[in-house]
């Protein structure tokens, strides 16, 4: 069986795109080959390395990289994570392209000082994008 290509879009790739990830690899590993990128690169962001590790899933090793620096091959699925990666998505010729929007972690608490509550909003993003890409197949 041939794997399908499927990648996360998000605007920095440091936090959605890289739970995204994370979450498909450990669920459809088997069956896709997964990649996450950005329309640009904010580098991963501490905190949803945490409470994805929290959860089980390790993605510290994960990278934060642009589209232009994955390698040219045909995505089959594209999903943006984000509605400004909806809005900039770049043309990707032979592939879907598919939207499941999730809120930004570092916007919501940008203003937040209490590191718990911090953690907290992260990890309600963490679990709806698990649930999403637990039943992603069913959105393809």
């Not at 794997?3 to 669920?27: D, H, P, V």
């Not at 589209?67 to 040219?72: A, I, N, Q």
């Not at 992260?122 to 069913?138: A, T, W």
């Amino acid at each position: 069986m041939t794997k399908k290509n499927i990648m996360f879009l998000c605007t920095g790739n440091s936090c959605r795109s890289q739970m995204a990830e994370g979450w498909c690899r450990k669920y459809w590993g088997e069956e896709f080959d997964v990649y996450s990128a950005g329309t640009k690169k904010h580098g991963m962001n501490e905190r949803a390395i945490k409470v994805m590790k929290e959860a089980g899933v390790d993605i510290s090793h994960h990278f934060s990289k642009t589209v232009e620096e994955l390698p040219k091959i045909t995505f089959d699925y594209v999903v943006t994570v984000c509605d400004a990666a909806k809005e900039t998505c770049p043309y990707f010729p032979g592939g879907k392209v598919l939207h499941v929007g999730f809120q930004d972690p570092p916007a919501i608490t940008k203003e937040m000082t209490n590191e718990e509550d911090i953690l907290q909003v992260y990890r309600k993003v963490r679990d709806e994008i698990h649930e999403s890409i637990k039943n992603i197949k069913d959105i393809l």
